[in-house]
Nanobody
Framework: QVQLVESGGGLVQPGGSLRLSCAAS????????MGWYRQAPGNQRELVAS??????????NYADSVKGRFTLSSDNAKKTVYLQMNSLRYEDTAVYFC???????????WGQGTQVTVSS
């Protein structure tokens, strides 16, 4: 099993920044991808950013709405991913969920979610 522990959400003004962290534990499962999704009230869960090809390679993917503002990075040794969010907008308000995919079992794992609220 894989447990994903998220941190870093909160309240921020428009134009501000936040950094989300997600640490994976349960080292018996090899992970091939990690990233972040978000879900706003009344909306479907959507991809924000992901990194694939772990641990040897990396391929980054970003939603068009966050390109140039959000940056995903990873620390493979710590099985942790970070999402640096800059120039935050009202429409970035959502619950952000960490995601991981098992390399051999193909299972999807989810964190509990962390609230990001952009408000003045």
């Amino acid at each position: 099993q894989v447990q994903l522990v998220e941190s870093g959400g909160g309240l921020v003004q428009p134009g501000g920044s936040l950094r989300l962290s997600c640490a994976a534990s349960g080292t018996d499962v090899k992970i091939t991808a990690m990233g972040w999704y978000r879900q706003a009230p009344g909306n479907q869960r959507e991809l924000v950013a992901s990194i694939k090809g772990l641990p040897s390679g990396s391929f980054m993917n970003y939603a068009d709405s966050v390109k140039g503002r959000f940056t995903l990075s990873s620390d493979n040794a710590k099985k942790t991913v970070y999402l640096q969010m800059n120039s935050l907008r009202y429409e970035d308000t959502a619950v952000y969920f960490c995601h991981a995919r098992g390399l051999f079992n193909g299972r999807d794992y989810w964190g509990q979610g962390t609230q990001v609220t952009v408000s003045s």
